[in-house]
């Protein structure tokens, strides 16, 4: 098993960042990748960016690219997100996940085993 718990979250105005956090415990050596995923009342969980633990390699989803960026350290312990040039549409809650599968859709919720309890970001105007 892998606990995954999420920190950082908070309210911001448009346009500023913020630095969402996940401290993995447990199983740890048994992932393969964790990716950060959003969900807004109303709206599916959606991925927002996830990372290869092997090779580092990253993925973003569209909406957030050049602007998040995703990263671990710690060997993998824990696990960063950064959030700039936020804007009102990025509010949701967001979860930490970690897979340890073959993830040929890496921003895909279904390819995580473990989830976190989340952690909410609010962007007003």
């Known amino acids: 098993q892998v606990q995954l718990v999420e920190s950082g979250g908070g309210s911001v105005q448009a346009g500023g960042s913020l630095r969402l956090s996940c401290a993995a415990s447990?199983?740890?050596?048994?992932?393969?990748?964790m990716g950060w995923f959003r969900q807004a009342p109303g709206k599916e969980r959606e991925g927002v960016a996830a990372?290869?633990?092997?090779?580092?390699?990253?993925y973003y989803a569209d909406s957030v690219k050049g602007r998040f960026t995703i990263s671990q350290e710690n060997a993998w312990n824990t696990l960063w997100l950064q959030m700039n040039s936020l804007r009102p549409e990025d509010t949701a809650t967001y979860f930490c996940?970690?897979?340890?599968?073959?993830?040929?859709?890496?921003?895909?919720?279904?390819?995580?085993?473990?989830w976190g309890q989340g952690t909410q970001v609010t962007v007003s105007s």
């Open positions: 447990g199983y740890t050596y048994s992932t393969k990748y």
């Open positions: 990372i290869y633990r092997f090779g580092g390699r990253t």
């Open positions: 996940a970690a897979g340890t599968g073959s993830a040929a859709t890496i921003l895909m919720v279904y390819e995580y085993n473990y």
